[in-house]
């Protein structure tokens, strides 16, 4: 006899945890709910019983992305705040951030062609400005519209 399963959201917001998970009737619900919340990411699994624990995780949802930045719109981005750095003063190390700077922009322009970003949306000073997507996760505009995966083209905007 089939068990019936329980679908469970997990959402978060500037890294942080915004309760305990909570039953959702499906992922679509769960996007409503996480954008309700002002919830940056989201999570979703399965209980078929406490017994059992859950199962069936899924990759990561992101909520309210604003578009999608190939390899090469984020190396454009990252080139322009190096730009920026040739007036830095006070406590930073100019030689030291130029390089971290610089080795961040040779990792990127090793990505596969191909390869698709969102801007990081609990980006503080001391992260990564953006985000490699995979393909278990996804990301969804302010619409709730699915942006990844999807034959989405890169640079994408989406519609006010």
């Known amino acids: 006899m089939p068990t019936e399963k329980t679908l469970y959201a997990?959402?978060?917001a500037r890294n942080r945890?915004?309760?305990?998970?909570?039953?959702?009737?499906?992922?679509?619900?769960?996007?409503?709910?996480?954008?309700?919340?002002d919830a940056t990411?989201?999570?979703?699994?399965?209980?078929?019983s406490a017994a059992q624990?859950?199962?069936?995780f899924s990759g990561r949802r992101f909520l309210n992305v604003d578009r999608l930045y190939?390899?090469?719109?984020?190396?454009?981005?990252?080139?322009?705040?190096?730009?920026?750095?040739?007036?830095l003063k006070g406590r930073f190390n100019k030689a030291t951030v130029t390089?971290?700077?610089?080795?961040t922009i040779r990792a990127y322009k090793d990505d596969?062609?191909?390869?698709?970003?969102?801007?990081?949306?609990?980006?503080?000073?001391?992260?990564?400005h953006f985000i490699k997507l995979t393909p278990m996760e996804k990301a969804f505009d302010k619409?709730?519209?699915?942006?990844?995966?999807?034959?989405?083209?890169?640079?994408?905007?989406p519609a006010p």
């Open 99 to 103: 390089r971290a700077w610089k080795a």
């Open 143 to 157: 619409n709730a519209a699915l942006l990844w995966p999807l034959t989405a083209k890169p640079g994408l905007i």
């Open 41 to 48: 990411n989201f999570t979703t699994f399965e209980i078929a």
């Open 70 to 87: 190939t390899s090469a719109d984020v190396i454009g981005v990252l080139e322009a705040e190096l730009a920026g750095f040739a007036n």
């Open 112 to 128: 596969p062609p191909g390869t698709l970003h969102i801007a990081n949306p609990d980006n503080e000073e001391e992260e990564a």
């Open 53 to 56: 624990g859950p199962e069936n």
């Open 10 to 12: 997990c959402f978060s």
């Open 17 to 37: 945890s915004l309760g305990a998970p909570v039953p959702v009737a499906s992922e679509r619900d769960a996007v409503w709910m996480g954008m309700g919340l």
